[in-house]
Protein backbone atom coordinates (compact mmCIF):
# COMPACT_ATOMS: atom_id res chain seq x y z
CA UNK A 1 0.00 0.00 0.00
CA UNK A 2 1.13 3.54 -0.41
CA UNK A 3 1.30 6.35 1.78
CA UNK A 4 0.75 9.96 0.30
CA UNK A 5 1.93 12.62 3.10
CA UNK A 6 0.49 15.87 1.80
CA UNK A 7 1.41 19.09 3.35
CA UNK A 8 -1.01 22.41 4.17
CA UNK A 9 -3.55 22.61 1.68
CA UNK A 10 -5.35 26.12 3.15
CA UNK A 11 -8.65 25.53 1.07
CA UNK A 12 -6.83 24.98 -2.27
CA UNK A 13 -9.10 22.39 -3.56
CA UNK A 14 -8.20 22.33 -7.44
CA UNK A 15 -4.27 22.50 -6.28
CA UNK A 16 -5.20 18.96 -4.21
CA UNK A 17 -7.23 17.30 -6.74
CA UNK A 18 -3.65 18.11 -9.02
CA UNK A 19 -1.73 16.46 -6.56
CA UNK A 20 -4.02 13.58 -6.11
CA UNK A 21 -3.49 13.11 -9.72
CA UNK A 22 0.09 13.64 -10.70
CA UNK A 23 0.72 11.17 -7.92
CA UNK A 24 -1.25 8.82 -9.39
CA UNK A 25 -3.79 8.24 -6.36
CA UNK A 26 -6.22 5.78 -6.52
CA UNK A 27 -8.64 4.54 -3.69
CA UNK A 28 -6.21 1.88 -2.36
CA UNK A 29 -3.81 4.36 -1.38
CA UNK A 30 -3.93 5.90 1.93
CA UNK A 31 -3.95 9.61 1.83
CA UNK A 32 -2.84 11.24 4.71
CA UNK A 33 -3.38 15.47 5.24
CA UNK A 34 -0.57 17.23 7.23
CA UNK A 35 -2.96 19.70 8.90
CA UNK A 36 -4.49 23.26 7.87
CA UNK A 37 -6.97 21.83 6.27
CA UNK A 38 -9.02 24.97 6.06
CA UNK A 39 -8.45 28.87 6.01
CA UNK A 40 -6.56 31.35 3.60
CA UNK A 41 -7.62 29.78 0.60
CA UNK A 42 -10.95 29.45 -1.59
CA UNK A 43 -12.71 26.37 -0.61
CA UNK A 44 -12.09 25.36 3.09
CA UNK A 45 -15.23 23.02 2.36
CA UNK A 46 -14.37 21.55 -0.47
CA UNK A 47 -10.50 19.99 0.68
CA UNK A 48 -12.76 18.89 4.27
CA UNK A 49 -15.31 17.09 1.73
CA UNK A 50 -13.66 15.43 -0.33
CA UNK A 51 -11.06 14.19 2.73
CA UNK A 52 -14.28 12.76 4.48
CA UNK A 53 -15.89 11.38 1.82
CA UNK A 54 -12.60 9.62 0.47
CA UNK A 55 -11.50 8.52 4.24
CA UNK A 56 -8.01 10.47 4.12
CA UNK A 57 -6.64 10.52 7.04
CA UNK A 58 -5.46 13.53 8.79
CA UNK A 59 -3.98 15.64 11.95
CA UNK A 60 -5.27 19.07 13.04
CA UNK A 61 -3.45 22.14 11.75
CA UNK A 62 -3.21 25.09 14.21
CA UNK A 63 -5.94 26.65 11.84
CA UNK A 64 -8.09 24.29 11.69
CA UNK A 65 -7.78 23.90 15.85
CA UNK A 66 -8.77 28.11 15.60
CA UNK A 67 -11.90 27.45 13.44
CA UNK A 68 -12.45 24.13 15.50
CA UNK A 69 -12.87 27.00 18.79
CA UNK A 70 -14.53 29.09 17.72
CA UNK A 71 -17.09 27.01 16.24
CA UNK A 72 -17.61 25.25 19.95
CA UNK A 73 -18.33 28.83 21.49
CA UNK A 74 -14.05 28.37 23.40
CA UNK A 75 -12.87 31.56 21.31
CA UNK A 76 -10.84 34.00 23.49
CA UNK A 77 -12.83 37.15 25.09
CA UNK A 78 -12.69 40.31 23.20
CA UNK A 79 -10.82 38.07 19.84
CA UNK A 80 -12.22 38.89 16.42
CA UNK A 81 -12.79 36.79 13.89
CA UNK A 82 -10.31 37.08 11.00
CA UNK A 83 -12.59 36.86 7.59
CA UNK A 84 -10.31 33.99 6.24
CA UNK A 85 -11.69 32.20 9.24
CA UNK A 86 -14.53 33.38 9.10
CA UNK A 87 -15.12 32.02 5.76
CA UNK A 88 -14.63 28.73 7.31
CA UNK A 89 -17.38 28.97 9.63
CA UNK A 90 -19.81 29.97 7.01
CA UNK A 91 -19.62 27.70 4.68
CA UNK A 92 -18.46 23.91 6.40
CA UNK A 93 -21.40 22.20 7.03
CA UNK A 94 -22.18 19.59 10.06
CA UNK A 95 -20.55 16.63 8.73
CA UNK A 96 -17.49 18.73 8.30
CA UNK A 97 -17.48 19.68 11.26
CA UNK A 98 -17.72 16.21 12.54
CA UNK A 99 -14.77 15.48 10.78
CA UNK A 100 -12.15 17.98 11.73
CA UNK A 101 -13.49 17.73 15.42
CA UNK A 102 -12.02 13.73 15.05
CA UNK A 103 -8.55 15.00 14.38
CA UNK A 104 -5.67 14.09 16.45
CA UNK A 105 -3.07 15.99 17.10
CA UNK A 106 -0.32 13.62 15.62
CA UNK A 107 -0.38 10.21 14.23
CA UNK A 108 1.64 7.35 14.11
CA UNK A 109 2.42 4.87 11.63
CA UNK A 110 4.41 1.84 12.61
CA UNK A 111 4.21 0.27 9.68
CA UNK A 112 6.25 2.82 8.09
CA UNK A 113 8.13 4.17 11.06
CA UNK A 114 6.75 7.65 10.69
CA UNK A 115 4.78 9.77 12.97
CA UNK A 116 2.82 12.83 11.41
CA UNK A 117 2.42 16.17 12.67
CA UNK A 118 0.95 19.48 11.92
CA UNK A 119 4.26 21.41 13.15
CA UNK A 120 6.63 19.51 15.22
CA UNK A 121 7.77 17.87 18.00
CA UNK A 122 10.55 18.71 20.53
CA UNK A 123 13.86 17.14 20.52
CA UNK A 124 13.99 14.78 23.61
CA UNK A 125 10.46 14.87 24.99
CA UNK A 126 8.69 11.96 25.31
CA UNK A 127 5.97 11.54 22.88
CA UNK A 128 3.39 11.81 25.22
CA UNK A 129 4.60 15.07 27.24
CA UNK A 130 4.32 16.78 23.95
CA UNK A 131 2.64 19.45 24.29
CA UNK A 132 -0.18 20.42 21.44
CA UNK A 133 1.04 23.88 21.60
CA UNK A 134 4.15 23.31 20.14
CA UNK A 135 2.79 20.38 18.52
CA UNK A 136 0.16 22.68 16.28
CA UNK A 137 2.70 25.87 16.50
CA UNK A 138 6.55 24.77 16.65
CA UNK A 139 9.22 26.08 13.98
CA UNK A 140 12.75 26.27 16.04
CA UNK A 141 14.68 25.51 19.04
CA UNK A 142 16.72 27.91 20.38
CA UNK A 143 20.53 27.48 21.53
CA UNK A 144 19.51 26.86 24.86
CA UNK A 145 17.32 24.39 23.86
CA UNK A 146 14.08 26.25 24.06
CA UNK A 147 11.04 25.73 21.63
CA UNK A 148 9.68 28.51 19.59
CA UNK A 149 7.06 29.48 17.42
CA UNK A 150 9.22 31.85 15.51
CA UNK A 151 11.34 31.37 12.82
CA UNK A 152 13.65 33.37 13.88
CA UNK A 153 14.47 31.88 17.76
CA UNK A 154 16.83 29.26 16.55
CA UNK A 155 17.41 26.26 14.19
CA UNK A 156 14.70 24.41 12.39
CA UNK A 157 13.54 21.76 15.21
CA UNK A 158 13.79 19.14 12.22
CA UNK A 159 17.09 19.38 11.76
CA UNK A 160 17.51 18.22 15.16
CA UNK A 161 15.06 15.58 15.63
CA UNK A 162 16.97 12.09 16.40
CA UNK A 163 14.69 9.97 15.15
CA UNK A 164 14.41 6.83 15.30
CA UNK A 165 10.56 7.73 13.97
CA UNK A 166 10.63 9.97 10.84
CA UNK A 167 8.43 12.68 11.51
CA UNK A 168 6.58 14.31 8.40
CA UNK A 169 4.93 17.85 9.20
CA UNK A 170 4.05 21.15 7.81
CA UNK A 171 3.28 24.71 8.97
CA UNK A 172 7.13 26.35 7.80
CA UNK A 173 5.73 27.56 4.49
CA UNK A 174 8.90 30.26 4.90
CA UNK A 175 11.44 27.41 5.53
CA UNK A 176 9.58 25.66 2.57
CA UNK A 177 9.99 21.90 1.53
CA UNK A 178 12.23 20.74 4.32
CA UNK A 179 14.60 17.29 4.12
CA UNK A 180 16.54 16.38 7.45
CA UNK A 181 17.80 12.85 8.38
CA UNK A 182 14.73 11.99 10.03
CA UNK A 183 12.18 14.98 9.59
CA UNK A 184 10.46 15.97 6.43
CA UNK A 185 9.23 19.15 6.28
CA UNK A 186 6.01 19.75 3.21
CA UNK A 187 4.74 23.11 3.26
CA UNK A 188 5.37 24.55 0.25
CA UNK A 189 3.76 27.33 0.30
CA UNK A 190 0.86 26.66 -1.98
CA UNK A 191 -1.62 28.96 -0.90
CA UNK A 192 1.16 31.65 -1.28
CA UNK A 193 1.27 31.28 -4.49
CA UNK A 194 3.80 28.35 -4.06
CA UNK A 195 3.48 24.64 -4.11
CA UNK A 196 1.42 21.97 -2.86
CA UNK A 197 3.44 18.67 -1.90
CA UNK A 198 3.41 14.89 -1.39
CA UNK A 199 5.70 12.60 0.06
CA UNK A 200 4.68 9.57 -1.05
CA UNK A 201 6.29 5.85 1.18
CA UNK A 202 7.31 3.16 0.65
CA UNK A 203 9.00 4.97 -2.84
CA UNK A 204 9.99 7.92 -1.15
CA UNK A 205 9.07 9.87 -3.52
CA UNK A 206 8.05 13.98 -3.59
CA UNK A 207 5.53 14.83 -6.05
CA UNK A 208 4.27 18.65 -6.24
CA UNK A 209 2.28 20.87 -8.01
CA UNK A 210 2.03 25.03 -8.31
CA UNK A 211 -0.60 27.11 -7.03
CA UNK A 212 -3.11 28.29 -9.45
CA UNK A 213 -2.33 31.75 -7.90
CA UNK A 214 -1.63 33.54 -4.47
CA UNK A 215 -4.75 33.60 -2.76
CA UNK A 216 -2.74 35.37 0.32
CA UNK A 217 0.27 37.30 0.81
CA UNK A 218 3.16 35.12 3.26
Known amino acids: MRTLFI ?14 KAC ?18 PDSA ?21 VLRWHAGRAAKGKKLKPEHRQVMDTLTAEDWAYLETLPAYAH ?5 VLAVHAGLVPGVPLAEQREEFLLNLRSISADGTP ?12 LWKGPELVIFGHDAMRGLQRHPFAVGLDSGCVYGGKLTAYVLPEGKFYSVPAARAYMAL
Not at 7 to 20: T, W
Not at 50 to 59: D, I, P, Q
Not at 148 to 159: T, V
Open 109 to 113: FPDLK
Open 46 to 66: GVVRRAREHGFLAVKGNHDAH
Open 24 to 41: GWTPADRVVLVGDLVAKG
Open 7 to 20: GDVHGCSSELDALL
Open 148 to 159: SKRLEAGAPWGS
